[in-house]
């Protein structure tokens, strides 16, 4: 009997151990911290930090809003961000769930979303639009609005999701339309597609200084050494998954891409963690890391 035995506790810890690591890899969510120096940031927005968000594709976030509105508030950011997929593109979500998380965003920071391609597939995206508005969401459409944050201002823009990819192919911000005023101030752009990263470039005066997205989903598997596995719109291997991308011959013009939330496209991640990110803009990093990191 014991011989029998041995056999199968072994199995049942190996299973034991497997499960704990999905559950792990899929529901628990981690916090990932990016300082992005620019000597475009104005003074006064000096430490500023935005939580993004991306991809929790409800009612499928796997991630409790309970557990994400507490590491949100943990972190006292000055600005949210969500770039897309917010809503499964074929599932209902509880609207008053909804309302409710959306209003607890707004309650912690000033909070702005774009579509993904998800909500542009989606029959439930005029439901959660309403629900994010009257929660006090904004919604940027192919829009630039200038934000005031502690007496600067800079110009946040959203790229509104299309039907079909061929937007991405040629200056995908052809309809945004900036005041010379928004041109000469930093920018942020919030969008969808990391694939399209140079592309956002392709206008000088619209030049994003800091691109927020997701969609990658991390690659969904991330091989060690390798890195992800597969993402939607790059295929196998794909050059944008997560982290931060620098725009050649300019090195504070950068991309932060999330790993998301919500269930990937495979229904699974694997060493690929849920994830929240948390971005702090500072002027000059060393100025920063002297004041505030002793």
């Known amino acids: ?27 628990c969510l981690q916090s990932t911290h990016y300082i992005l120096e620019s000597p475009v940031y104005p ?12 991809d929790l594709n409800l009612p499928e ?72 508005q009257a929660s006090g969401v904004k919604m940027l459409h192919d829009q630039a609005i200038t934000w005031n944050y502690q007496g600067d201002s800079i110009t946040i823009m ?44 392709d206008q000088d005066e619209k030049s994003p200084d800091l691109v927020l997205t997701g969609h990658a989903q991390g690659g969904q598997i991330q091989v060690p050494g390798i890195g992800g596995l597969y993402a939607p719109n790059q295929g196998y291997f794909p050059s944008y998954t997560e982290g931060v991308y620098r725009l050649p011959g300019n090195r504070y013009k950068g ?9 990937p496209q495979w229904e699974f991640r694997l060493h690929n963690r849920s994830e929240m990110v948390c971005v702090t803009l500072v002027k000059d990093w060393q100025a920063f890391k002297s004041r505030y990191m002793k």
């Open 158 to 201: 959203g790229l509104m999701e299309k039907v079909n990819r061929h937007f991405l192919k040629r200056d995908p911000l052809k309809f945004i339309r900036l005041s010379k005023e928004q041109e000469a101030l930093p920018k942020i752009l919030l969008a969808h597609h990391p694939e399209a990263f140079l592309r956002y470039h």
């Open 61 to 132: 976030q796997k991630v409790p809003f309970s557990q994400l509105i507490r590491k949100v508030k943990k972190e006292c950011p000055g600005m949210i961000a969500l770039t897309g997929n917010l809503i499964h593109q074929e599932l209902a979500f509880n609207p008053q769930e909804l309302k409710a998380f959306a209003s607890e965003l707004v309650a912690i920071a000033p909070t702005f979303m774009v579509y993904g391609d998800h909500e542009v597939q989606s029959t439930y995206s005029r439901l959660m639009e309403e629900c994010l």
């Open 255 to 263: 991309m932060v891409i999330s790993r998301g939330i919500g269930q």
């Open 1 to 27: 009997m014991k011989h029998r035995l041995g056999p199968l506790v072994k199995t049942a810890l190996c299973l034991g151990g497997a499960l704990a690591y999905y559950y792990y890899q899929n529901y």
């Open 43 to 54: 003074s006064q927005m000096e430490g500023l930090k935005i939580v993004h968000l991306s």
